[in-house]
DNA sequence: ATAAAAAATGAACGTTGTTCAAAAAAAATT
DNA sequence: AATTTTTTTTGAACAACGTTCATTTTTTAT
């Protein structure tokens, strides 16, 4: 059976170089500028052998958009264990910051793109799949909430909707600045107006 | 001279007919599945005539988000003059939730689709032209701030980077819920998880 | 009634995502 | 070693997209 399973490596293998090629391309030139002749170009197939590895456009953002989850994963092991939640907090929308600031189109991907969403709703099995990436995510945000509010952080809040609103407010800013929302306008300080309004945010926690 | 006065309002009338019809396509069944032959079909006349009227799609674009802005300058008017300004500035976020809830696809024109602001910079004059809507729009969030910071709330915080951040956590949730990340998560109250996020910074901002 | 100007047209171009019969390569069988 | 079967790869072809522009139609001026 040895052809058989190094047939299978060698599937796993192309597939993986046509990720890769794709999310060069992202990089360089934009999600919006790659084409499936660019990847296919990049990875010296053609363009049905492509079709033959991804059922559509759609499924290579979404492993893309997969890949990018893991990436951010990687940026949160940068968290020190230290024992006040609410410090774990701070940090955990510092690095959030930093991982769009490094990675925008990765983080467009994850965050904002549809695509990557509608493969997961196209295999429907009842209807809607689940967005397990952003679920995890947010999970290791909101269990993070709940130790604050254990430890008498945040009094008189509630762990969900609150996770959700300090998601929004990395998100917004991120998402600001990704699609261009902050270059039209004339802040006084352009290059630091994320971490600045991260700071005014930090500022807010240590009074709540 | 009654002829050429009539022609430029003829003109002119042609012109919005279009952006109507294409308003009226985005939302019915979205801004990307809305083809210039679509608009051109709605409003009776052919493709070429929509482009002697537009330069290209960007430019329809660009309109309707400048039209975006009028609309919500409308939903602003709602705000009652009420002398507490931190009691406006929590009015405003509210307004502005509702508009991104009830226009979600005018909404995503105006702060999230990169089209409008491409035709922006590409009529460069020098090399990039300003955004006077969203300037426009963040000024009156601004200028609210400062009267809080006047009136001595907000004490050690710093104006424009506050109403950045301000203006992110409104943003960041509509972002989410506009770009389906509200969905795919199972929240316990998803219906509400909007307005209960937005009173979640309610309550920060009467600690504040 | 005729000439000049303006407005509207739609066929055609290049590019996109996608498909699929055919060709090439690899593996299995005799 | 030769042949058959299976797997993999290919690229021409399709529909739909934004866009252009020579041509036609309509309107205005003479």
Redesign the pocket.
Known sequence: MT??T??LR??EE?RQLILQSAKKLFVEKGIE??????I?DAT??????????F????AILHDLHTIGFSELGGYFLEISPVDDPLERLKQMGRIYLKFAVENPDMYDLMFNIKEPLKHLAEKENDGCEAWDEGIGTFNILKSTVKDCIDKGYFSGHEEEPLSFMIWGVVHGMCTLEIRKRTKGLKFNRPETILTDGYKEFLKMLDKV
């Open positions: 052809t058989a190094r047939k060698e599937k192309l500028n790659t084409t499936i002749r660019n296919a010296d197939y053609s363009v049905g052998t492509v079709y033959v590895y059922k559509d456009k759609n």
